[in-house]
């Protein structure tokens, strides 16, 4: 069963560094998201991408934040400068429809990020 | 997106059915129903969604009043694998590119 891929699983990184966590979203999937989950609360969105722009973002991705697909596989998100309250859980998604089409979300085991 | 409204936590027995609820007393016409889960340390998975007619899916079932204010999740036959966190979340047809969780029903499922 196809499925997306996210690495590292766990990532430990100082506070003010940059981190790139990478995803690979499914091959035929069009529309791509990330999401976090800081410990013990809700899933939140962050971020979908399509065609190579943002189509929405949340609050919490504010100018620290970037999105980018380098190729036709891979999908990252950039920190720029990691505060310690960026730890959490990150998700990337993939969606071969909108997800306003009600779609069917695919959703990788996810990058813990520790920011210490 | 409409609100819904979950359980905090549900028990249940393994290989016995598991019927999760979900008020949404406030959906609107347009609003798909669709339920996620979150197994222990992973992403969420797709479960199952509907708009008006009862659905099932090689995973659950999902059973949806007429008047569409509640819906109720139906696992048939619990096994420990199930035991995870359920989301139930309406989406707008043509709204925002985005899933908006809640806090879900942990579902712990006993052997």
């Known amino acids: 069963e196809p499925e997306v891929t996210q690495t590292p699983s766990h990532q430990v990184t100082q506070m003010g560094q940059e981190v790139i966590l990478r995803c690979v979203p499914i091959?035929?999937?069009?529309?791509f998201y990330w999401y976090r989950q800081i410990l013990g609360q809700k899933v939140e969105f962050l971020v979908s991408f399509y065609n190579n722009e943002i189509s929405e973002k949340s609050e919490i991705f504010d100018d620290q934040f970037s999105v980018e697909r380098p190729d036709g596989s891979n999908f990252t998100l950039k920190i720029r400068s990691t505060k310690l309250e960026d730890s959490a859980m990150y998700f990337c998604a993939s969606t071969r429809r909108p997800q306003s089409l009600n779609t069917e979300a695919f959703f990788g085991q996810g990058t813990r990020l520790t920011v210490v | 997106d409409a609100k819904t409204t979950q359980p905090n936590s549900m028990e249940s027995n393994e290989e016995e059915p598991v019927h999760l609820p979900c008020n949404h007393s406030t959906i609107s016409g347009t609003d798909y129903i669709h339920w996620y889960r979150q197994l222990p340390s992973q992403g969420p998975e797709y479960v199952i969604h509907?708009?008006?007619s009862n659905v099932n899916n090689r995973m659950a079932s999902l059973a949806i009043a007429e008047d569409r204010k509640s819906s109720t999740l139906i696992l048939h036959r619990a096994t420990l694998r199930d035991a995870a966190v359920y989301y139930c979340?309406?989406?707008?047809?043509?709204?925002?590119?985005?899933?908006?969780f809640g806090q879900g029903t942990r579902l712990t499922i006993n052997p």
């Open positions: 979340i309406l989406r707008d047809v043509g709204g925002a590119q985005k899933l908006v």
């Open positions: 509907g708009l008006t």
């Open positions: 091959s035929n999937h069009l529309y």
